[in-house]
Structure formats: structure tokens, C-alpha cells
């Protein structure tokens, strides 16, 4: 299947990098030099958003394979504008890259913020992540379907991550697929969505597995139906969108871009350092656990892969008359 696309203030939120040889497991292979001592991971999502959830993860691994100390923070805010500014106004020198998502790209063509994806330099793509759609597990709905007539009385009520996110496309095709006149409401975050889902005020959400799985460990979410080409092979019995007669599929990239002008040493590290990340046998495990699939882009093949992006969303949301 080809790739497909698919202001609150700045929070430093935690330190999460752990000590080496102790909470991500004991290495014998010395971790590549660097030419700084702390790394600073921005994402534009609020705490439990996808991003935010896929650093922290990967954080507790870097340290083995990169000799940094590891953090993430939260610019929150503009859809992803405050972070991007963030990290295209600081040093070229590594120590600031950006989780990188295809909520940059669009987020850069609807608003026109300060910086744009054009003002980052894309670095390594490390997952493709499936984007589904959930309700809470005690509404009255249980299966797609049963949202989609709900909507089809004029009275639905769906959410999304933000408004220039890929949560946010999926839930406008699908509402375009299926015929119906479902508000689709953005919010500032998985965390802040997962709210309001859990309270009733919305029918369904579209979002990640990763993202659900503390509402999915606890049964508190059921989810409908995934957007991807294929069953999610740890919960089989999740049909796709395609299947329920829908024709709408979408995946999102997750990899990281960073100030321009990086040195091909960093960008050589990185290259070399994210394969061994990807194979680190317990990162693995609890990747694959949470539904992410590698797709590692070294640098050479996601700068290309980015524009291309880009210009298919371009084209998708002037054919939409989205763009001015």
C-alpha cells in the first residue's frame, strides 16, 4: 500500500530518560557519541496525546543507542504553530527536534503559521500508526454502523485531535463517505477528547490505539473500526472502515524533524541510531503491543517522502476549496 496522509504556553513536562543498563533493560553496546548532552523532543500534542505518548516510549530506549539525556516537552497550542516555531528557531546542532506528524504538514497549509514544515528539516521516520475510531464502552453504541445512523438523524456529534490533525480528515471523509451531517469538533489533544467521550458529550472519536490503551486495558472504550488497510493484528475482531463500506484509509507517519541546517554527523547518528532503536527486542515488544508498525525512512528517503506529503495534501485540500 503506498504512504498515504494519511495557544496555550510551553510545559516542560518530565525528564524520562532512565539511567543506562537499568529500566530499559541492560545493553552491552556503547551508545553513539554526541555532540550534545541534552535532547530536547517537542510536540505540539497535550500529555496522553499520540506524540506525547510515542516519545516517552522511545525516550526510555534512546539512552542505550545515543549518549544524551532525553526530554519532552509540550508546546501546546495553534495546532502545532507554537512548536514548530519552537524548534525552527532553535540551534541547528541537535539538541532540539520536533515529533513530526502529518498534523505539521496540514497545520502549515490551512493557517500559514510563523514557521512552517518548510522551515524543518525532516530527519528519520521511525512508525506508521493506524488511526481508529472508539466510543465509550457503556454508550449504546457497538458498532460503526450504529454511530453512523445515530448521525444520520442530523444529531451527531464526533471529535478530533485538533483541527488540522489526521484525526481530524479521517472524520471529514468519513463523515463525506458515509452521507452524513455529523459536527465534527476539534480539540487540543487526545486527553482532552477521551473526555468528553467518556462523559457522553460525543458520540465517537478517531485516534490512535497507543493513545487508548490505559481506556482499552480498563474497558472503559470500545473501538469500532481502524482506518488502515488491514485488521489490527493484536485485536482482530476490529473490522476496517473499508469493510463496514466505507471507502476511507489513512496512516500516519511518526518520525522527527529538527532546526535546518543539521550536520550529516548528526543526521548520520540518528540514521544509525533509530534502526537499532527499532530493534531493540523490548522496545519491540511494547511497540507492537501499543499497534505502532516500523517504517523506518532514513534521512535521504524522508526529506522526499515529507514533500511528497505535502503535495498530495495540497492538492486534497485545494480540490476541497480549503486553500486560498
Do not use: C
Amino acid at each position: 500500500m503506498a504512504r498515504s496522509m494519511t495557544l496555550a504556553g510551553i510545559r516542560l513536562i518530565a525528564l524520562v530518560a532512565a539511567p543506562l543498563g537499568q529500566a530499559a533493560g541492560q545493553t552491552t553496546e556503547q551508545p553513539l557519541p554526541y555532540p550534545v548532552r541534552v535532547v530536547t523532543l517537542v510536540t505540539h500534542s497535550s500529555p496522553g496525546g499520540g506524540s506525547d505518548v510515542f516519545l516517552r516510549e522511545m525516550t526510555r530506549y534512546l539512552r542505550k543507542y545515543i549518549d544524551a539525556t532525553f526530554i519532552v516537552e509540550n508546546a501546546e497550542g495553534g495546532s502545532g504553530a507554537r512548536a514548530m516555531s519552537r524548534v525552527a528557531s532553535a540551534r541547528p546542532d541537535g539538541s532540539v527536534l520536533y515529533a513530526a506528524t502529518p498534523t505539521y504538514i496540514m497545520t502549515s497549509l490551512l493557517s500559514r503559521p510563523g514557521s512552517t514544515y518548510r522551515d524543518l528539516e525532516p530527519l528519520v521516520n521511525f512508525f506508521m500508526d493506524t488511526e481508529v475510531v472508539y466510543t465509550r464502552a457503556n454508550g449504546p453504541y457497538l458498532t460503526l454502523e450504529d454511530v453512523l445512523d445515530h448521525a444520520r438523524s442530523g444529531r451527531g456529534r464526533w471529535g478530533a485531535a485538533n483541527p488540522a490533525s489526521l484525526e481530524r480528515q479521517a472524520a471529514e471523509r468519513l463523515r463525506a463517505a458515509a452521507g452524513v451531517n455529523a459536527g465534527v469538533v476539534p480539540h487540543n489533544g487526545g486527553g482532552d477528547l477521551m473526555i468528553n467521550i467518556l462523559n457522553g458529550t460525543l458520540e465517537m472519536g478517531v485516534g490512535e490505539m497507543e493513545e487508548l490503551r490505559a481506556q482499552l486495558a480498563s474497558g472503559t472504550v470500545r473501538v469500532l473500526a481502524t482506518f488502515g488497510s488491514e485488521r489490527i493484528a493484536t485485536h482482530p475482531d476490529i473490522p476496517t472502515v473499508q469493510e463496514a463500506g466505507y471507502d476511507v484509509e489513512l496512516e500516519k507517519f511518526r518520525g522527527l524533524a529538527a532546526p535546518k541546517g543539521l550536520s550529516p554527523e548528526v543526521i548520520r547518528i540518528w540514521n544509525e541510531a533509530a534502526q537499532k532503536i527499532l530493534a531493540d527486542p523490548e522496545y519491540r515488544e511494547r511497540y507492537t503491543a501499543g499497534n505502532l508498525k516500523a517504517n523506518f525512512m532514513p534521512h535521504e528517503e524522508f526529506v522526499p517522502f515529507i514533500a511528497n506529503v505535502a503535495a498530495e495534501t495540497a492538492t486534497l485540500f485545494e480540490a476541497a476549496g480549503m486553500l486560498q
